[in-house]
């Protein structure tokens, strides 16, 4: 199957480009409808979805649990308030249940998206252990609000001329073997610091994994020096590498996790040590605010737990790695690496890789790419065996046609 740009999407995509900063589009998709895990545009094309739309909609698309929410919610006339201020029995729904597939002992604050549930975690950090630079780490991506942008670190474009508060940064450790991995000491020893923050897996960075010694040991210097270890899983979160949290996979338990994506809201989770003593410190307008998304996300983590979607992430992940790893070392395949259904694979360079994801798309296969040189792949939770066989079956293709 070959696709094409159609007419509407033509038009859309220029009255955009006319009236909208361009941002960071990828390919000339303009998104009508889903289902499953197919995704159908505007002039009738359909494709394979690979990207979950970066990992936030797991249950894919036209999930018949997530249509019951939505046709309940369609005749509420307040189905938005400022949540912050107004309390709605949807709030105390989603913190119960996101509770109890996290830290049973924490608490947690709704917000709308990833980066602010960064801003917020480091808030909450900065509360307790005051006014004192961050720790995170190289080839980060923790948002691109001011705050957040601070302590990412994957593109040159993302931070040039911003502002950024203090921070010292530290290798993100791929490997047990890595000279750098006691760097963290290091720094700990030199300065006196409020946090540190790191990913489980870099998304935007190039899906790079931390080894198993690495971030232990950014929890074990952590509680040495009492410093809040905070992790985001924003994108590796909610049953994507197999279980609730990437983290899980170490043995590990950060003091504050920030959630998005796949939840439909934002949300801090915290140790009770660290919640703010007063009210006001922690606010929005719009956090916890729309109660459409907050229903839809506690459907989603019941539809995860009653469907026994960590298994199958685990599964059909195993079946896309294994398929995806006979590509290395054949021609511009580098190397494939993941947890779950949260893949990537390396190329020899970055004009190959764009070319690659071109090709796809023509192809009707979606993936993003990541990093410098890497693509990502992040497909719904509920994928089955034979659509994991289709896309690899494209996939092989791709790889096997000359680039041009």
Not at 117 to 126: F, L, Q, S
Not at 203 to 215: M, P, S
Not at 291 to 316: H, P, W, Y
Request: net charge positive; with cysteine; aromatic share 8%.
């Amino acid at each position: 199957m070959t696709t094409s740009v159609g007419p509407q999407a033509t038009k859309i995509i220029n009255d955009i480009k006319n009236t909208s900063y361009s941002s960071t589009y990828t390919y000339p998709l303009v998104i009508k409808t889903g289902k499953g895990c197919m995704l159908q545009d505007i002039d009738g094309n359909n494709f394979l979805d690979f990207t979950s739309n970066i990992g936030s909609c797991p249950l894919g698309y036209s999930h018949p649990e997530i249509m019951e929410v939505l046709k309940e919610y369609s005749s509420n006339g307040s189905h938005k308030i400022a949540g912050q201020d107004f309390y709605c029995e949807e709030h105390a729904q989603i913190a119960q249940k996101l509770l109890s597939v996290s830290r049973r002992s924490s608490k947690l604050f709704l917000i709308n998206s990833g980066a602010e549930a960064v801003e917020n975690a480091i808030k909450i950090a900065y509360k307790k252990m005051g006014s004192l630079p961050g720790i995170s780490c190289i080839n980060a991506f923790h948002g691109r609000t001011l705050g957040a942008l601070s302590f990412t670190f994957s593109k040159e474009i993302q931070k040039a001329n911003f502002p950024e508060l203090p921070v010292k940064r530290i290798k993100f450790c791929t490997s047990d073997t890595d000279a750098e991995i006691d760097s963290l000491e290091d720094l700990l020893k030199q300065y006196k610091v409020a946090f540190i923050i790191s990913e489980v897996i870099q998304g935007e960075g190039g899906l790079n994994i931390a080894g198993k010694k690495f971030l232990r040991n950014l929890k074990k210097k952590a509680r040495q020096y009492n410093v809040p270890l905070i992790i985001d899983e924003v994108q590796s979160g909610m049953g994507r590498t197999g279980r609730w949290w990437a983290y899980q996979h170490y043995g590990i338990e950060p003091d504050i996790m920030t959630v998005a994506k796949g939840l439909q809201v934002g949300a801090v989770v915290y140790d009770k040590l660290f919640d703010p003593d007063e009210p006001g410190v922690l606010s929005s307008t719009w956090g916890a605010g729309s109660r459409i998304d907050m229903a839809v996300g506690c459907k989603i983590i019941e539809t995860i737990e009653s469907q026994g979607l960590l298994r199958n992430a685990q599964k059909q992940g195993e079946n896309l790695l294994k398929g995806l790893g006979e590509l290395v070392g054949s021609g511009d395949v580098i190397d494939v690496r993941g947890i779950g259904l949260m893949i990537g694979i390396e190329l020899n360079q970055k004009s190959t890789r764009d070319r690659i994801v071109r090709i796809l798309f023509k192809n009707g296969l979606l993936v993003l790419p990541a990093g410098k040189s890497s693509i990502r792949i992040m497909p719904p939770i509920i994928i089955t065996g034979d659509e994991i066989d289709n896309g690899l079956s494209i996939l092989h293709d791709a790889f096997g046609r000359r680039i041009k």
